[in-house]
């Protein structure tokens, strides 16, 4: 189909979607809207690395956590007003929370691709996983934020003035956040850099034969892949108001990977619809019967069997 | 003439099998150096080695005069090396065109530009049709390299070699599989290559060899056993034994 008029047609359906949530009496659409959103990112992320880098990591929750946790950690000490280590000041403005959480998953995926970058094939699935869950374990035990209950946060950051408590206005900052996020994403992929990559990904030996320096390169998508998904890791704990190893869980890495493999791997909306269709299909079938991941598996199954290339491929060949 | 290429006392080991065994040679700028050796000779042993795919025992690789041994194989290629697969190694999923960009790119350098436009980078672009201009793949450039017939992969490969403007061209049987025409075709490319690089050619195809080599040297069980010019290999008796020798057996 014509992709603008479609991707416009979209973007407004998403501007309106509150006042449509309201207007039909289901407020609980604005924040699961939001999830979608922030898993959209996130998944996206993940692609980045798994679907045009060929990196097929198992442990990007780290990422999540890790951008969740700066938030959720800077904002009570912020809130007790005791400077972490007694040096560095807690705070809970967005403007410093959220690039920092993208730097420090930045700084995480740097050391965990560094080593895991040495594997390949099923190595590197088991050893990304294995410091995913090392991290999990970390956060499990840290008493002084949570253990295992987690991390609340009274309020969210506070930006620009505005009340992020308000789910809407949560909503909007997510979607702009998102619309910037995929301008930037689409511009990443088509970049002499993602050219490289994508070569890396279909043939590594033939880059290497080119020239190219291949485990840095690698390594690089892998860093930006985990910053991103730490922004949505930083978002999710504004949501949420909350953080928990469990964002860290190796079921999450999972779960980040069945939307990119059932939106379509390797391309840039795919990640989004997947997450759209996987939290969709969860609230769904919850309502229905606890026993909801059974019906969720059954519809992953025929989706992966019969669409070649995810939602997305379905999309466009009916179009 | 200066040395592109030298090798001394090169060893490689795989347990108590002895693939290369001190071999010591070397390529000169705008020379052909056909290195041919009966199946298993360690020929293909070598040429990893010399990429830099595989680490040697002991010896030395030197390129354009520079201690190559330890560098990973695509430090050598920013030095001036290019090679080509003995089974086509190219990027299925591209065109033509976009391979041979790529290539391109790859040698322009500005790899970790990330908010760049690959497509929209002019010198690229200009490089690429320049290439391809009057080659046989010039009306296959918006098809993608799965698509390729095998002789077009192995120009294809070619082309993407010279694109990196080596100095030093690495050919791992560039003839296997092409039919007649075809080789023909590659011969004559070849031919050209001599003024732009210092080759080291390994090829099963004597016909070819005879054609392009300027020398030749003759690799068994691992050892240089001869080396010359086609007339002396021609005549050499260890070599028509060892591997002329009989009425067939060239692969």
Redesign the interface.
């Known amino acids: 189909m014509r992709q603008p008029v479609a991707i416009l047609l979209a973007l407004v359906v998403l501007a309106v979607l509150p006042t449509l949530a309201a207007w039909a009496g289901s407020p609980a659409t604005v924040p699961l809207a939001t999830r979608i959103l922030i898993y959209g990112i996130a998944a996206a992320s993940l692609n980045f690395a798994l679907g045009y880098g060929g990196m097929i990591s198992f442990g990007h929750a780290a990422f999540f956590g890790i951008g969740g946790y700066v938030v959720a950690i800077l904002f009570t000490h912020w809130f007790n007003e005791a400077p972490i280590f007694g040096l560095i000041p807690g705070t809970n403005q967005l403007l410093i929370t959220l690039p920092l959480a993208i730097v420090v998953s930045g700084l995480f995926a740097a050391a965990i691709g560094a080593l895991s970058l040495r594997t390949g094939g099923v190595q590197f699935i088991m050893i990304t996983l294995a410091f995913a869950q090392m991290l999990f374990f970390l956060f499990v035990s840290l008493k002084a934020y949570g253990g295992e209950d987690g991390l609340s946060m009274r309020r969210p950051d506070a930006f620009l003035g505005l009340n992020l408590r308000d789910r809407p206005t949560m909503y909007y900052l997510t979607l702009v956040i998102t619309v910037l996020f995929f301008a930037g994403l689409r511009r990443l992929v088509r970049s002499s850099f993602g050219t490289v990559l994508d070569g890396i990904r279909q043939n590594e030996r033939r880059m290497e034969a080119l020239g190219i320096a291949t485990y840095r390169h690698k390594l690089f998508a892998f860093i930006l892949s985990g910053m991103g998904v730490g922004m949505a890791g930083a978002l999710m704990a504004n949501a949420m108001r909350y953080v928990s190893p469990d964002m860290m869980h190796w079921s999450r890495s999972g779960e980040l990977m069945i939307m990119v493999i059932l939106g379509g791997t390797g391309t840039l909306l795919g990640p989004l619809y997947g997450a759209a269709a996987l939290l969709l299909l969860e609230t769904w079938l919850a309502g229905w019967t606890e026993h909801w991941s059974l019906g969720e598996g059954l519809v992953l199954l025929a989706v992966v069997m019969f669409s070649r290339g995810g939602l997305i491929a379905l999309l466009r060949r009916r179009t | 003439m200066s040395a592109v290429l030298e090798v001394s006392g090169l060893v490689k080991r795989f347990g108590g099998l002895v693939a290369t065994d001190h071999v010591t040679l070397d390529v000169q700028a705008g020379e052909i150096h056909a290195l041919i050796g009966p199946n298993g000779a360690g020929k293909s042993t070598l040429i990893n080695q010399l990429?830099g795919?595989i680490a040697p025992d002991a010896g030395t690789i030197r390129l354009l005069g520079r201690d190559v041994t330890h560098e990973?194989?695509?430090?050598r290629?920013?030095l001036g090396l290019g090679?080509t697969?003995q089974v086509t190694?190219?990027?299925?999923?591209?065109t033509v065109s976009e391979s041979v960009a790529?290539?391109v790119?790859?040698?322009a350098g500005?790899?970790?530009?990330?908010?760049?436009?690959?497509?929209n980078?002019t010198p690229v672009r200009t490089r690429t049709e320049a290439l391809l201009a009057g080659t046989a793949l010039e009306p296959r450039a918006a098809m993608r390299a799965a698509d390729l017939s095998h002789g077009e992969r192995k120009q294809l490969e070619l082309v993407?070699?010279l694109a990196?403007e080596p100095k030093l061209m690495l050919l791992d049987e560039p003839m296997a599989g092409l039919g007649h025409v075809e080789s023909g075709e590659m011969i004559e490319v070849l031919r050209g290559l001599r003024a732009r690089a210092g080759v080291l050619l390994v090829e099963h195809d004597m016909d070819a060899v005879f054609a392009l080599a300027d020398r030749i040297s003759v690799l068994v069980y691992g050892q240089i056993v001869a080396s010359g010019s086609v007339e002396e290999i021609r005549e050499n008796p260890e070599v028509r034994a060892a591997y002329l020798g009989g009425e067939d057996e060239l692969c």
């Open positions: 990429s795919e990973p194989a695509h430090a290629v920013r090679r697969f190694s190219l990027l299925d999923e591209c790529l290539a790119q790859a040698h500005g790899n970790l530009k990330l908010w760049d436009r690959a497509a980078r993407m070699a990196l």
